[in-house]
């Protein structure tokens, strides 16, 4: 039999997204694109509405569709098929259509519901290699959200950051080392990353007082390093997304990954699980010869900030309500021990150091993220 050609368009009754193809007409329908391959038989093609030129054909047993205008391929394709002008059986444009939302509605549901429960039981079994691959592609994501601040890493305050990160990390059942970034950034924000990665925003060493606010702050974090809370929140997401671009028929890589980053930046924590990273927080204070209660005085003054201007520091919106945060970070922390504090006077002015002058004016200073501490 001859074949015959004609370009047309498919589309994958998903989205609305047309994909050019070729058509090839034999004794069935090829249909021939970059992604797209399909092999129909004539008797399950069905002609459908369309406007003068378009001709449109539909599959019997499915949503898929192409279109096309060539007048000669549509003789051919009509002298070729004789159901073309079919109807199908009653209702069974309604029953598609019900099968359809329902099955949008349980995807939904999965994506809403089933997702979280499933990355609780998940996270815990993802190996330590993997993690931290996928630490480092988030990272990089991240910076890419943020607008790509500079890395703050002038050594003496390096170093003395380093010590204190080792500090807080001593003894405290950590799954891997914490790797500490400081990146430059006008919000106040700190945010822990699966792989044990955590990045402080340099706007957070600035509003800090002391070497043992920083220190409850770099702590918290940990604490949600150690529960494996950013593994559980970037399957979530990852999943999430997953499922949402089934429905939307907007399925890539890209978009995944560019929603995990979001997530990460913007993960609000369950009350449990910051409760959790809290107490942790005091106990590696505490046991690093700091004052536990310093990150409560921290929550406070930065949540006042946040209320008088609210486009400058807002990181504790996603967080418990503050007050009850400070008064129970305060009670598992006790008496303020004696000292100077976790940091020597010194030690904490090279510390706010570690980010040298801008040369630009505007370093630092591209997309504000949404805060998460």
Not at 266 to 282: I, K, L, M, P, W
Not at 340 to 353: C, N, P, Y
Request: with cysteine.
């Amino acid at each position: 039999m001859e074949a015959i050609t004609t370009a047309g368009t498919f589309f994958d009754g998903i989205s609305a997204r047309p994909r050019p193809v070729t058509l090839r007409l034999t004794f069935r329908l090829q249909i021939l694109g970059e992604d797209v391959t399909r092999d129909w038989s004539l008797l399950d093609l069905r002609a459908t509405d369309a406007a003068s030129p378009v001709m449109r054909i539909s599959h019997a047993q499915g949503a898929e569709s192409v279109e096309f205008t060539d007048a000669a391929f549509a003789e051919a394709l009509k002298a070729r098929c004789p159901d073309l002008g079919r109807a199908e059986r009653e209702g069974g444009l309604t029953r598609l259509v019900l099968w359809s939302i329902a099955a949008g509605v349980s995807v939904l549901l999965t994506a809403i519901y089933g997702v979280p429960a499933a990355s609780n039981l998940i996270a815990p079994l993802v190996p330590r290699a993997i993690e931290a691959q996928l630490g480092r592609s988030v990272d990089t994501q991240i910076v890419s959200l943020l607008g790509d601040p500079p890395l703050c890493d002038e050594g003496a305050a390096r170093a003395v950051l380093d010590r204190l990160a080792a500090r807080l990390a001593e003894g405290m059942a950590l799954p891997e080392r914490p790797q500490v970034s400081v990146r430059r950034h006008t919000v106040a924000n700190a945010l822990a990353l699966p792989g044990g990665r955590v990045i402080l925003l340099s706007d957070i060493i600035a509003k800090a007082r002391n070497g043992d606010e920083l220190a409850g702050i770099l702590a918290h974090e940990f604490g949600h390093v150690a529960a494996r809370d950013p593994m559980r929140s970037v399957i979530t997401a990852g999943g999430t997304s997953f499922l949402l671009s089934l429905v939307l028929g907007d399925l890539t890589g890209s978009t995944v990954l560019v929603t995990i980053g979001q997530a990460a930046i913007s993960a609000g924590y369950s009350r449990d699980a910051e409760r959790a990273a809290d107490a942790y927080a005091v106990a590696a204070v505490k046991r690093a010869g700091g004052d536990g209660a310093a990150l409560a005085a921290i929550l406070e003054r930065i949540t006042k900030a946040d209320d008088e201007k609210p486009d400058a520091i807002a990181f504790l919106r996603s967080h418990p309500f503050t007050a009850e945060r400070a008064a129970r970070i305060r009670s598992l922390a006790g008496e303020k021990p004696a000292g100077s504090g976790i940091l020597s006077e010194a030690e904490w002015q090279s510390v706010q150091g570690i980010c040298p002058k801008p040369t630009k004016p505007d370093d630092g200073k591209k997309a504000a993220p949404t805060e998460k501490l």
